[in-house]
């Protein structure tokens, strides 16, 4: 039995990030994991506000 040569999956190049540098941040870099990381701080802080304002006025 010829032993099948496994196909080899080509390497997919990762998109390189571009160091973001603080004066350039309006729109030019892609969205990056501080960009998540606050959205995400932002909302969790929504929701907190909401819950203290519902805890707060219990009809």
Same mark, same amino acid.
């Given at each position: 039995? /010829? @032993?099948?040569?496994?196909? $080899? !999956? /080509?390497?997919?190049? /990762? @998109? $390189?990030? /571009? @160091?973001? #540098?603080?004066?350039?941040?309006?729109?030019? #870099? !892609?969205?990056?994991? =501080?960009?998540?990381? &606050? %959205? %995400? %701080? &932002? &909302?969790?802080?929504? %929701? =907190?506000?909401?819950?203290?304002?519902?805890?707060?006025?219990?009809?």
């Amino acid at each position: 039995p /010829e @032993p099948t040569p496994e196909p $080899t !999956p /080509e390497p997919t190049p /990762e @998109p $390189t990030p /571009e @160091p973001t #540098s603080k004066g350039d941040e309006n729109g030019k #870099s !892609p969205i990056g994991v =501080w960009e998540i990381l &606050f %959205l %995400l %701080l &932002f &909302f969790a802080l929504i %929701l =907190w506000m909401k819950n203290k304002k519902n805890k707060k006025s219990q009809r």
